[in-house]
């Protein structure tokens, strides 16, 4: 059982800065992997950026520069900087940990999802 709440969201103007939270509880571990998703209306949920355990960092191509990923192991919680943020950034962000009870089953746990607005 995997609980992610988030917070940080909200509404900014185009080039303003927001910084999101996850914090993670249950079943999980300092070395699962962890990240942040976005969503739009009719559109595929895709990455914006993930983290290793070890800090390994994978960002999708329309945010490298700008945001920034980070994790407190300790407290169980992954960070999501972003600056410079576009209108084209507007989105439902998703926290999400991995874990893998099995070597062959992988499961994706999320959060409720945090609506981020950038007025033009």
């Known amino acids: 059982q995997v609980q992610l709440v988030e917070s940080g969201g909200g509404l900014v103007q185009a080039g303003g800065s927001l910084r999101l939270s996850c914090a993670a509880s249950g079943s999980i571990s300092v070395m699962n992997t962890m990240g942040w998703y976005r969503q739009t209306p009719g559109a595929q949920r895709e990455l914006v950026a993930t983290i290793t355990s070890s800090g390994s960092t994978n960002y999708a191509d329309f945010v490298k520069g700008r945001f920034t990923i980070s994790r407190d192991n300790a407290k169980n919680t992954v960070i999501l900087q972003m600056n410079n943020l576009k209108p084209e950034d507007t989105a439902v962000y998703y926290c999400?940990?991995?874990?893998?009870?099995?070597?062959?089953?992988?499961?994706?746990?999320w959060g409720q999802g945090t609506q981020v607005t950038v007025s033009s």
């Open positions: 999400n940990v991995q874990t893998q009870p099995h070597w062959y089953a992988k499961i994706d746990h």
